[in-house]
């Protein structure tokens, strides 16, 4: 890639969308009798059907708290949508969202039946990138959600880590750091997505090679809230003792859908769920406890 493609991306959403091509223009009233095209300021800005707009499948964003889309809609009610989403489009009369989720569900619960919206020509690769890129300035990513999107840049648009990190604007290292949150065991990966543990926290936690130690730490940084030196001089004391007749066990790495399955059923169950997938699309799905008490809870949930 070259390097004025790389700047723009790095810059941000913005610098990508200076292609964007201008298909039925917004208008603005300018007087009491008529109305005509808005061409100051709004450039490139295209009034769109919400009915004609598919979402996007790369939205790297998994959760929308409902509480917020509400107070939004509420907002766009009275002042409209300010901010026009970004689309793609994909046929005569049919667009996908590249950016803007948020704001496309809010429009929704409003009542709006179309929205402003800028109309680009993208592939699959730049709608990959760009809806990263707007929902890490914009939406707030928790840590997995960041991990996830920085392995599926990876993975589907064949990137190493220092050129990903062109691309968001981070170094090396960081990327890096998100990236090993995914060697974590789902349970902790959900305890980061729900806010129970910092990305300190984490930090620490993925230096442990032991499972059940990584749990029993895990377990007391949710239950007596330690800080984040406290769970880092516990792994210091850790490494001192490693574990004996340890066996070098292979990294299994599930897919991205796995991934989510993982982290939602361990959420849900508060345990380590594993979820295994065969060649021929055979697998379990295992829910470990620690106590007869805690079985009981989990066969109380499952309606046993």
């Given at each position: ?18 292609d964007s091509v201008q298909v039925n223009a917004v208008k603005k009233p300018t007087d ?184 029993y730490i895990h377990h007391q940084v949710i239950e007596k809230g330690l800080s984040v ?76």
């Open positions: 890639m070259s390097g004025d493609k790389r700047n723009a991306l790095g810059r941000g959403l913005g610098a990508l969308l200076n009491n009798h008529s109305n005509q095209t808005e061409t100051a300021g709004l450039k490139g800005v295209n009034a769109v059907k919400i009915s004609e707009i598919e979402v996007n499948p790369f939205q790297p964003r998994t959760e929308f708290d409902e509480q917020a889309l509400q107070e939004l809609a509420d907002s766009i009610s009275v002042q409209g949508l300010i901010q026009p989403v970004t689309v793609r489009k994909t046929g005569v009369n049919s667009y996908q969202l590249i950016s803007g989720e948020r704001r496309l569900r809010a429009s929704k619960l409003a009542g709006l039946t179309e929205i402003p919206a800028y109309v680009r020509t993208a592939n699959d690769q730049q709608m990959l990138e760009m809806a990263l890129i707007e929902n890490i300035q914009r939406e707030n990513l928790n840590a997995i959600e960041m991990a996830l999107s920085f392995q599926r840049m990876i993975d589907e648009c064949n990137l190493k880590q220092e050129e990903l990190g062109d691309r968001v604007s981070k170094n090396r290292s960081t990327v890096t750091n998100y990236l090993r949150l995914l060697k974590l065991p789902p349970v902790v990966q959900s305890s980061i997505r729900d806010g129970q543990i910092s990305m300190g926290h984490a930090r620490a936690l993925v230096n442990v090679e032991d499972a059940a130690k990584l749990l030196r406290k769970v880092e001089d516990m792994v210091r004391e850790l490494q001192k003792t490693p574990a004996k007749n340890s066996i070098a066990k292979k990294v299994f790495s599930p897919s991205f859908e796995v991934q989510k399955i993982q982290a939602d059923l361990a959420s849900k169950f508060n345990s380590q769920v594993k979820v295994k997938v065969g060649q021929q699309g055979k697998g379990s799905i295992e829910i470990p406890f620690l106590s007869e008490d805690d079985l009981g809870r989990i066969l109380e949930m499952l309606d046993w």
